[in-house]
Structure formats: structure tokens, C-alpha cells
């Protein structure tokens, strides 16, 4: 999915399945954080905010399986 967050384009991969991390790129491709999931499923703590800052939701590709 992308998003617009703090006023930036960014890409937020989901993961499969248990206790892993999901991941938030910038456009360029950084990792700005980990928003949730983990064993706490609250992620690294870095960008807490981001299920409510979040906006302008875009699918951007999804696997087919």
C-alpha cells in the first residue's frame, strides 16, 4: 500500500504471518520504521502515529497466491 504520511509518499509492506514485523519505506526506498507487529504487535515504536496520520490509501500491488 502507499500512503501520504507526515506530508512524504510513503510504501507500507504488509508480512504474512506471526510476530513479524510490517515495514514502512520512504519513496526512496529507506526504512523509516516498523509501524506494528512484533511480539507486542505495537512494531518498534518509531512512527506509533501512522495507523492515524495516515492518508490517501493506494493499493500498489498484492499477491496474487
Request: aromatic fraction near 12%.
Amino acid at each position: 500500500m502507499s500512503y501520504q504520511y507526515n506530508g512524504s509518499l510513503v510504501f507500507y509492506e504488509t508480512v504474512g504471518c506471526c510476530d513479524q514485523y510490517t515495514t514502512l519505506y520512504a519513496a526512496d526506498g529507506k526504512v523509516l520504521c516498523h509501524p506494528d507487529g512484533g511480539l507486542t504487535g505495537r512494531g518498534d515504536g518509531q512512527c506509533a502515529d501512522f495507523a492515524k496520520a495516515r492518508t490517501e490509501e493506494r493499493l500498489v500491488w498484492q499477491d496474487p497466491r
